[in-house]
C-alpha cells in the first residue's frame, strides 16, 4: 500500500519538479543480457538540482514490475561524482542496469524510472516502458576451468554461443554459466550475424573462447572471450573472392587464415587512378 501511495503522489501534477522521459535501448532482451536505459529530464524546479554523490541518497532509481502487477525489488542507481541538473535544462542519461537486476526471468515486464528531487526529498517518475524477456537453446556450451590470474580460479563454467532471432534482428550473444550452480555469470551482445555461413567457435589453450562469424555480407568477425567474461579482442576480416576466413587453433590460442583483415573505423581505401582537377590539365587542353 505504501508502494501505491507513492506511484500516487509521483502521478500529481503538483509534483511536477521535472518533466522526464524514459527510453530503452530495445524492447526485447535474451535471458540476463544487461538493460541499457536512457532518461531524459528537464528541471521544471525553478532552481538548480543537485543528485548524486558520495554518501547521497541514490539519484535515480527503476521500478520494475511483471505482468500480472506484482513489483520486483528497486533497482537504485548512484553516482560518485554530483551531477547538477540546471533549472530550465534538458539533459539525458544511459544508464546501464546488470542482467540480474532487470532481464533475470523471462517474460514480460514493465519498468519506471524515478529521479530524485533534494529540495522536495522526494522522486518524480517517468513514463512506463515495457520489456520482453526471453531465451534460447545455446548452439555451442562447453565446459572450461577458471585460469590462474582470473578470479575464482580452478571455477568450473561453460562457454555458450546462443542466437537470438527477434523480429527484425538477428544477433549473436556470449554467455558464462557456472557448472555447478547453472547461474547466468555474464550474457553480452556480440552483434547482428548472418547465420546462412555456418560460425566456428572454439576454446583454447588458454581457456580462451574464440568466435569467428559474418557479421555483415562478405565481413566477418573474430571475437575472443576471456574466462571472466569480458571481450579481450575484436577484429574483422573481409572474405576475398576464393579465400574465406577461417579460425585455426593453433598452440598459443588462434589464427585467422584467409581473407583479408581491415579496420572498420578507417575509411575505405580508393582504388583506381585519382580524377584530376580542371586546373592541373595540361595548357592547351
Known amino acids: 500500500m505504501r508502494f501505491f501511495l507513492f506511484l500516487l503522489l509521483l502521478a ?8 522526464a522521459n524514459l527510453t ?8 540476463g543480457e544487461p538493460l541499457l536505459a536512457f532518461v531524459t529530464i ?13 554518501g547521497s541518497r541514490p539519484w535515480l532509481q527503476f521500478q520494475f514490475e511483471d505482468s500480472s502487477g506484482r513489483q520486483l525489488a528497486p533497482v537504485p542507481i ?6 547538477t541538473l540546471k533549472a530550465g535544462s534538458t539533459t539525458r542519461h544511459t544508464v546501464e542496469i546488470e542482467g540480474s537486476a532487470s532481464t533475470a526471468d523471462v517474460g514480460t515486464f514493465y519498468t519506471i524510472a524515478s529521479i530524485y528531487h533534494p529540495l522536495s526529498s522526494q522522486y518524480y517518475a517517468t513514463n512506463r516502458s515495457r520489456i520482453t524477456v526471453t531465451d534460447s537453446k545455446p548452439m555451442f556450451d562447453e565446459s ?3 585460469p ?10 561453460r562457454y555458450q554461443a546462443i542466437i537470438f532471432r527477434d523480429i527484425d534482428s538477428v544477433t549473436l550473444y556470449a554467455r558464462i554459466v557456472d557448472d555447478r550452480t547453472k547461474e547466468r555469470l555474464t550474457t553480452q551482445l556480440l552483434g547482428p550475424i548472418i547465420h546462412s555461413i555456418q560460425p566456428q567457435m572454439a576454446i583454447d589453450s588458454k581457456n580462451h573462447f574464440h568466435l569467428l562469424f559474418m557479421a555483415q ?4 568477425c573474430h571475437t575472443i572471450i576471456k574466462p571472466d567474461g569480458q571481450i579481450g579482442k575484436r577484429s574483422y576480416y573481409r572474405d576475398l573472392e576464393g579465400s574465406r576466413p577461417s579460425l585455426m587453433m593453433v598452440k598459443n590460442g588462434a589464427e585467422i587464415i584467409g581473407g583479408e583483415y581491415f579496420d ?12 584530376r582537377k580542371a586546373s592541373e590539365r595540361p595548357s592547351g587542353l
Open 12 to 19: 500529481s501534477p503538483a509534483a511536477a519538479q521535472y518533466a
Open 24 to 31: 530503452l535501448q530495445k524492447g526485447s532482451f535474451l535471458q
Open 42 to 54: 528537464t528541471n521544471r524546479s525553478g532552481a538548480d538540482a543537485i543528485v548524486g554523490g558520495v
Open 78 to 83: 548512484s553516482s560518485r561524482s554530483a551531477i
Open 144 to 146: 572450461y576451468g577458471v
Open 148 to 157: 590462474q590470474g582470473f578470479p575464482q580460479a580452478g571455477r568450473a563454467r
Open 217 to 220: 555480407p562478405r565481413v566477418f
Open 264 to 275: 572498420p573505423s578507417k575509411p575505405p581505401v580508393r582504388k583506381g587512378p585519382a580524377i
